[in-house]
């Protein structure tokens, strides 16, 4: 009922930023009002990691390791959601998924009933 497209990795130095991207189509019918869209990441061999969410309200939550540092944003017509992400370090590399779901699993992270293909961020030293 929800296809999530997400885009805007890349490799980049740490210090550097990327903005990622994640557009949502909706079967027709579906009611997406209050759906919760966001990110989780996956490091290579490591657990899944929350790192930001929008839920349908509008309000915004960042795991304690991006805030200060990554900022997620929403388009007027709440089809694509963003996540600039700035002062990246090496430990910020990972794939980067969006993620959408109607509730919010934890501060950052919605849950995952729909989710992207991800896209690799790759920042070296």
């Known amino acids: 009922q929800v296809k999530l497209v997400d885009s805007g990795g890349g490799s980049v130095q740490a210090g550097g930023s990327l903005r990622l991207s994640c557009t949502k189509s909706i079967r027709s019918g579906y009611d997406d009002s209050g759906l919760c869209m966001g990110w989780f990441r996956q490091r290579s061999g490591k657990e899944r990691e929350a790192v930001a969410a929008i839920d349908g309200d509008g309000s915004t939550s960042y795991a304690d390791s991006v805030k200060g540092r990554f900022t997620i944003s929403q388009d007027n017509a709440k089809t694509t959601v963003y996540l600039q992400m700035n002062s990246l370090k090496p430990e910020d590399t990972a794939m980067y998924y969006c993620?959408?779901?109607?509730?919010?699993?934890?501060?950052?992270?919605?849950?995952?009933?729909?989710r992207g293909q991800g896209t690799q961020v790759t920042v070296s030293s």
């Open positions: 993620s959408a779901d109607t509730f919010l699993l934890v501060p950052g992270q919605c849950g995952t009933a729909y």
